[in-house]
């Protein structure tokens, strides 16, 4: 069972861990997380597309078809595919931006990985992932599967969650903590 050390609760951890049992059933553990990190592109990229999986107010029928041409067009077939399309079916489909971060987890796991979440005010370039990748693999003992987004909020610097640790050396909490000192000290 995939439940193993694992956080799975909620919807998404059920679903996660169950296509993650049937992912490995079939050997097909890393086609499935490629596809997975196809959607979670796609999410990230497209405002209408998060809008369509989190809409209470569309049909699972319209959510149906509009994920069908999706996939499709994105090139994700498969047990991945029908996947997505039993969430949209069970009317789960807002749930699957936490069910794809349990499943990479699980998949991480299982190659004996850790994963973290990256958080920068601008992209990264491949030389800096590398270099991140390699500090974080050197404090932790194991390989570490990075999820990056950008948060042009954070001004600069980084904002790192690795299992339960989280490291912000974010600019934006660099000043926050000056405000706050400063008011401390006028008040």
């Known amino acids: 069972m995939a439940t193993n050390n694992t956080s799975v609760d909620g919807v ?7 296509l993650f049992d049937l992912a490995k059933e079939s ?5 499935v997380e490629g596809d997975l990190v196809k959607i979670q592109d796609l999410l990230k990229e497209s405002p ?6 989190r809409s209470p107010v569309i049909s699972s029928s319209d959510q ?3 994920l ?3 996939l499709e067009k994105g090139g994700i077939s498969g047990l991945a595919s029908n996947f997505l399309l039993l969430l949209a079916r069970n009317r789960r489909l807002f749930a699957v931006e936490d069910i794809i971060k349990v499943y ?3 998949a991480a796991k299982a190659r004996g990985e ?6 920068s005010a601008v992209a990264l370039s491949e030389a800096q992932l590398a270099e991140l990748k390699e500090a974080l693999r050197a404090s932790v003992g194991k390989d570490v599967t990075l999820d990056t987004r950008v948060d042009p909020s954070l001004l600069g610097g980084l904002v790192v969650k690795l299992g339960s640790r989280m490291i912000d050396s974010s600019l934006k909490t660099k000043l926050q903590n000056m405000k706050a000192a400063l008011n401390e000290t006028s008040a």
């Open 12 to 18: 998404a951890g059920r679903y996660a861990s169950a």
């Open 27 to 31: 050997s097909k553990l890393t086609e």
């Open 48 to 53: 209408d597309l998060v809008r369509l999986v």
């Open 64 to 66: 149906s078809r509009a």
């Open 68 to 70: 069908s041409a999706v």
């Open 104 to 106: 990479r987890s699980l």
């Open 114 to 119: 850790v994963s973290a979440e990256v958080s």
